[in-house]
């Protein structure tokens, strides 16, 4: 499987951008899909994730009420709406898919077997 993210930019401080990350595989049904986000000097960090069949969905502390994951199956693409940037957002963003379960809250990197490569975000203040 192979993950293509798109839709980074720089942006303004209270801007909004859109990440899309679309799988190339045929046949794809992975357990959970997320989005995690290494910034400058620091380790990658999880930002949210959608459990692909029932939908539900999971937050940062710090992207909740800003950021919303969605998916599209048909178009086997995962989407990342980010509303009120700050400059503390400023990463690369990266997808990833989790198609072997491994607990009801994956939230860890190892979690996930495939990525996409990041999409830079450049909030300025």
């Known amino acids: 499987v192979q993950l293509q993210a798109s839709g980074g930019g720089l942006v303004q401080a209270g801007g909004s951008l859109r990440l899309s990350c679309a799988a190339s595989?045929?046949?794809?049904?992975?357990?959970?899909m997320a989005w995690f986000r290494q910034a400058p000097g620091k380790e990658r960090e999880f930002v949210a994730h959608?459990?692909?069949?029932?939908?539900?969905?999971y937050y940062a502390d710090s992207v909740k009420g800003r950021f919303t994951i969605t998916r599209d199956s048909a178009k086997r693409t995962v989407f990342l709406q980010m509303n009120s940037l700050k400059p503390e957002d400023t990463a690369d963003y990266y997808c990833?898919?989790?198609?072997?379960?491994?607990?009801?809250?994956?939230?860890?990197?190892?979690?996930?077997?495939?990525w996409g490569q990041g999409t830079q975000v450049t909030v300025s203040s």
């Open positions: 959608i459990q692909w069949s029932l939908l539900s969905t």
């Open positions: 595989a045929r046949t794809f049904r992975p357990y959970f």
């Open positions: 990833a898919a989790d198609v072997v379960y491994t607990r009801a809250l994956p939230l860890a990197e190892q979690e996930y077997e495939f």
